[in-house]
């Protein structure tokens, strides 16, 4: 009985978590709602995912209301990783935000953060989990307004400044997916995705369709961050409150690439899109010269966030050229470095969260020798940067295996060679801080606080658990993989 | 017998590393050299077992689709790992004597990360494919990193960074292209008998590309200009330089050259096709290049550092030569040379510790100070030069038959020179040593090294002489070595 509802509950659950915490309004139990719907999505998405892996692909009308009429929930192995991924790093970082809320948060404010973050997940499962045009886009507005609100939430003064700016960025991407869909209705009178997908052949020569088209790239690349529109990205995750900086960069961008994958291969289709539309073309130097230019800028950057976010749209760009590739290989490496690149980036955010809980900041001046002082947070920073590297046995290397072969077998070698130069720049982007951190005598002027310790357990406990399923990925990358890979012919094959 | 036990005590005797710590450092020592000698006896019943012709190999682990991490024993293997756990025994006696008589700080840490290395040896020792090694590799770069930059000083940092930057730069940029050129291209990364490209289809353009990434990609094998982070490397404890860049970490490049050569590429397709006649100039010149600048060196270790270069690329040419005769010689060479530069080296940080001197111009007369280390470094200096009776001469004849097989002199004539600048670099120092007068003015006393330093030189030293009169159960282990 309960099975045959889990998508409903997979949204309901945290969508009922966000009021009720407002109206409970105590910090702690606010925490413990907000921890027991998470860890209830989780155990839903998880279900979920095995539901799907052994039945294929779920569809569920929400409120009885079949198809055209109504808003069909659509799961495939594309959307069940989603909804697995983000759930599952939510749940890890809501467990990690408790002592981080406390220090920076204003006391009488923590339900309400507590609420938001319930919406921005509601907001974000949903957008993986819809089979519905428009429905996309109002959970794109849930979880971008919630998260506009949980940067703002940051104790500098600047997070305001920073979480202005996104909103900017983020209503503007917004509206041109609006646009976008818009169009795709007038075109084709459906909302539904497998209803437009099927039309979309027919209307393909309509201009409609090639305007929506238009509108939707430009809009999911300013939500995916993908170089040169990545503008927000930096500051938002600077200012931002430290737990919020791990959930973004783990899960918004992903989510929002998602979406441009759904919309790209199964919606308008592989050859539309690829073959008529020349996406690639558009798409693909702007992936490259994201990845290699902002690991090049990453390195110059003294603020450790700072760095992981020039990091993260570097990744961005590798996910996008392979996208761009279009085959089962590329998508296939594409689709594990979203899982990979969320996980790793989620720890490395959260061991840079433990030091900025002691430090106060994370400018890498103040961290000389800081092995001695907090070694559990450096090792599990080192452990996820040499992912971020994508040395053997780590996720990235499983990536960026995959991402160069498919780009080999595709015969676009110059892809491997800029590829490999950036994960070059980033062994000196992450050997720097790492030399630091190990090596460097603390000096007289050092500006580290007295007293510094090893983080708090309810935040180091988390982190590793996130890094055991890191290493657990890369190890046993043949699991993903085949994961990635069904998902990818899912992508390629369109709606049946 | 499995494999994967071989990377058990290494790993299991970090715990008690750590767990001993500074305050019983007695017992932490004690426990390395235990976990040394069960190590020493593993890599033994494995080396009967391949003897004996039975079947050494561990499960499989699939990292990526097709691709799996799997240990298995073949000759080279055996006697690298053989040689590497030998080796760790020694080199940990004479670190008890030497990190203390130095008075270094951060010794856990050192022993801890020394182990992590040796269990990364052992694992590019016994990799099955090609991506085991590459992965055993890159841990060796990672795990070692530390050992360089042990002392923390702006020296050592610098150091450390150019040594991550070089290697993991050729791995990254170079040999991990490489790896998956040969992934797309076979379709297997395994190490098979005869190699896998044979019947890929790659035109010898594309093998001899592919070649060269490997030569310079494995900048672990030096082969200049990816030579640059050895000398910088000599930084770290003399212990480290000794073990780890006199062996370990030098040979795991020459290794894994030598092992695509044969079960990669295969001996026939290097051969026969021409491919590596773009490559082995460039070795030549390292052999020559690196033997005159060790020539001019005044600093002991640096001059040392220098003279280990030139040998790598002995083994790379003879990798690279692609003949039985060669490529024996060259896994021998691995062997032979390690004895005679790690008992230099023995005997380098011996003369720091006890004298603090670093220089070969302040040597004159110190053999009289310094006796059984100055013999030794005189028996380890024959070894690498190639003269009875130490052991090096056999490998280099090896080599040398190698080129004349391969059918081209000029090669021959490259080590011949090679050799003569060996002498011309090697020799003096023991001869100032005991025939020139020291100093006005300064001490005459014996003083030699720590007792346990001592010891481990006098071993090595030895070896290097057994191995001159008993070669043989080696040339037979490297007998076993299917060729095609």
Not at chain 1, 212 to 236: D, E, Q, R, Y
Not at chain 1, 260 to 285: C, D, E, K, Q
């Amino acid at each position: 009985m309960i099975a045959d509802q889990l998508p409903a509950l997979q949204i309901v659950i945290p969508m009922l978590a966000a009021p009720l915490c407002v109206l409970i309004r105590r910090s702690f139990v606010c925490w413990c709602i907000a921890v027991l719907a998470n860890v209830l999505v989780l155990a839903t998405s998880w279900a979920i995912f095995k539901q799907v892996q052994s039945e294929g692909v779920i569809r569920y009308a929400l409120g009885g209301w079949a198809a055209p009429t109504g808003i069909e929930y659509y799961i495939d192995s594309m959307n069940a990783i989603m909804l697995l991924l983000v759930s599952f790093i939510s749940c890890v970082v809501v467990v990690y935000a408790h002592e981080t809320v406390r220090k920076s948060v204003q006391t009488g404010k923590h339900y309400l953060f507590y609420a938001a973050w319930m919406l921005c997940l509601t907001g974000l499962l949903g957008i993986s989990i819809t089979g519905d045009a428009f429905n996309v886009f109002v959970f794109l507005e849930i979880s971008s307004l919630s998260m506009y609100m949980l940067i703002a939430f940051g104790s500098d003064r600047r997070a305001l400044s920073a979480s202005f700016r996104y909103l900017i960025m983020g209503s503007i991407g917004a509206s041109f997916i609006l646009i976008g869909i818009g169009f795709l209705y007038a075109a084709t009178g459906a909302l539904n995705m497998v209803d437009i997908a099927s039309r979309i052949p027919d209307a393909q020569s309509q201009r409609a369709v090639l305007v929506a088209f238009s509108f939707l790239t430009i809009g999911l690349m300013i939500k995916s961050a993908v170089f040169p529109l990545h503008g927000w990205l930096a500051n938002a995750y600077q200012h931002a409150p430290i737990a919020v900086t791990a959930f973004l960069a783990g899960t918004a961008t992903k989510v929002s690439l998602y979406v441009l994958l759904r919309f790209f291969f199964s919606i308008f289709g592989t050859n539309y899109s690829f073959g008529g539309m020349l996406l690639n073309v558009v798409l693909l130097p702007a992936a490259v010269a994201g990845f290699v230019l902002m690991s090049l800028v990453a390195i110059f950057q003294s603020d450790l966030r700072r760095m992981l976010a020039y990091s993260s749209v570097a990744q961005i760009g590798y996910i996008i050229a392979a996208f761009c590739l279009a085959s089962q290989a590329g998508l296939t490496a594409g689709i594990v470095h979203i899982i990979n690149h969320g996980i790793i980036k989620t720890a490395l955010f959260m061991s840079v969260g433990c030091i900025i809980y002691r430090v106060g900041h994370a400018h890498s001046d103040s961290l000389d020798n800081l092995f001695k002082k907090m070694p559990f947070t450096v090792c599990a920073f080192i452990f996820s940067g040499l992912g971020l590297i994508g040395v053997p046995l780590t996720a990235g290397f499983i990536s960026k295996f995959s991402l160069i072969s498919a780009s080999m077998e595709r015969g676009w070698w110059m892809i491997g060679v800029l590829v490999l130069l950036s994960s070059l720049f980033a062994i000196v982007y992450v050997g720097r801080v790492v030399e630091i951190m190990l090596f460097r005598k603390a000096r007289t002027d050092n500006p580290q606080p007295t007293g510094l310790r090893e983080a708090p357990l309810l935040m180091l406990v988390p982190m590793y658990v996130l890094l055991a399923v890191s290493v657990w990925v890369g190890i046993s990358g043949s699991a993903t993989l085949s994961v990635a890979s069904d998902a990818a012919a899912a992508l390629l094959g369109g709606y049946q | 017998m499995n494999p994967l036990w071989a990377l058990v005590p290494p790993l299991l005797v970090i715990p008690f590393i750590i767990f001993f710590g500074e305050r019983r450092r007695n017992l932490r020592e004690a426990s390395i050299i235990i976990a040394g000698i069960v190590l020493l006896g593993i890599n033994d019943r494995i080396y009967s077992a391949v003897k004996a012709g039975e079947l050494v190999e561990s499960g499989e682990l699939s990292l990526l689709a097709n691709f799996s991490l799997r240990l298995s024993a073949e000759p080279m293997g055996v006697l690298f790992g053989l040689l590497a756990s030998f080796l760790w025994v020694v080199t940990t006696v004479y670190s008890i004597g030497y990190m203390r008589g130095h008075d270094e700080q951060n010794q856990t840490r050192f022993y801890c990360c020394f182990a992590l290395a040796i269990a990364c040896v052992m694992g590019a020792a016994y990799a099955d494919n090609l991506l085991t090694l590459f992965v055993a590799y890159e841990a060796i770069t990672l795990s070692t990193f530390p050992l360089v930059t042990h002392a923390g000083n702006d020296a050592s940092r610098k150091a450390g960074r150019l040594y991550l930057l070089l290697l993991m730069c050729g791995s990254i940029g170079l040999f991990l292209p490489a790896v998956i050129w040969i992934a797309t291209a076979a379709g297997t990364l395994d190490f098979r008998v005869g190699g896998i490209l044979s019947d890929s289809g790659m035109s010898q353009l594309s093998v001899g590309v592919l070649l060269g990434l490997c030569v310079f990609g494995v900048g672990k094998a030096a082969v200049m200009p990816m030579h640059r982070w050895l000398p910088a490397a000599m930084v770290a404890p003399t212990p480290v330089s000794a073990l780890l860049h006199a062996v370990a970490v030098v040979k795991t490049g020459v290794f894994t050259l030598l092992k695509m050569v044969t079960y990669t590429f295969g001996i026939d397709m290097v051969s026969t096709s021409g491919v590596a006649n773009v490559v082995l100039p460039v070795v030549a010149f390292t052999v020559i290049a690196s033997s005159i600048i060790a020539f001019t060196k005044d600093n002991l270790k640096a001059r040392l550092a220098y003279s280990t270069i030139s040998q790598l690329s002995y083994i790379v040419m003879a990798a690279l030569l692609a003949t039985t005769m060669s490529v024996t010689g060259g896994a021998l060479h691995i062997v032979m040379h390690a004895f005679g530069k790690i008992t230099l080296f023995f005997c380098a940080g011996a003369i720091m510790v006890s004298l603090h001197k670093t220089q070969i111009s302040d040597l004159d007369g110190m053999g009289r100070r310094m006796p059984v280390t100055m013999v030794c470094f005189f028996i380890g200096a024959l070894g690498i030069i190639g003269l009875p009776p130490a052991s090096g001469v056999w490998s280099k004849l090896l080599i040398a038959g190698g080129s004349l097989e391969a059918g081209n002199a000029i090669w021959l004539a490259v080590l011949m020179l090679s050799t003569i600048l060996n002498i011309a670099y090697l020799l003096p120092i023991p001869l100032r040593a005991f025939f020139k007068p020291a100093a006005p003015g300064q001490s005459v006393d014996v003083c030699e090294a720590p007792f346990a330093s001592l010891w481990a030189i006098v071993v090595t030293a030895t070896v290097c002489v057994l191995l001159f009169v008993f070669p043989q159960p080696l040339i037979e282990l490297l007998g076993l070595i299917q060729w095609r």
